[in-house]
């Protein structure tokens, strides 16, 4: 089993979906609107941004959910990749709220989406295998 | 890019990481504790459990965040591998909320975590490529 489907929650999905495209540069499978954005990984992984009221609503063609408040999600960045990364980031105005060293030997930086979902990218490993 | 990590929450971190250990036989790197749960995919993706109030309060070793509500994950289950899931989980009491047939190929059924996140098990492709 892996994960296909990865799920944050923003009310402006729209406004979210463009911080993933623009500056992450994930590539969407269609273009957002007021209930959805979605976007496919390099891994053939999909994450979804959804507002949670709507995707909570009773009645949809699938099950309901919907979470308030900041979510978080980690992606992986191609080996050496995480200071191209920053700088990136940092050209485009974003600010890197944390920078960490994990023991396994992984480098992480973390930002916020607008939705205020924490946003870790990750070089190397940062679990035991 | 591609996910790395992908958390939901539970305010029985314990309780929930169960389902996802003994119930969808997913891996367990530590002992699950209040606070969180981590599992290892097949795919060296990882799914966090946190319980939002001790993962959303300030001071942590990294970026705070935390969310309320039902969220939504979907698994990847071997091809064919659908309807033996569906009989595992209702000899385990599992109740099966919903299955659903997808244009692009793909079926899916949904559970609910002892959290009340809706859990997806999909064969095949849901989204276009």
Do not use: C
């Not at 799920?7 to 979210?16: I, K």
């Not at 500056?23 to 957002?32: D, N």
């Not at 920078?99 to 030997?105: D, I, M, Q, V, Y």
């Amino acid at each position: 089993m892996r994960v296909y489907e990865t799920v944050l929650y923003a009310e402006d999905v729209v406004g979210t979906a463009g911080f993933y495209a623009d500056v992450l540069g994930l590539r969407q499978l269609r273009e957002a609107d007021e209930t959805s954005a979605v976007f496919r990984l390099a891994d053939n992984g999909v994450l979804l941004i959804f507002e949670p009221k709507r995707a909570g609503a009773p009645g949809r063609i699938v099950p309901s959910h919907g979470a308030i408040g900041p979510g978080h999600i980690a992606l992986s960045v191609e080996p050496e990749g995480l200071e191209t990364w920053a700088g990136r980031l940092r050209e485009q105005g974003v600010e890197i709220e944390h920078e960490h060293e994990w023991a396994p030997g992984g480098r992480s930086l973390y930002v916020r989406d607008p939705a205020g979902n924490s946003v870790e990218l990750v070089e190397g490993e940062v679990w035991p295998p």
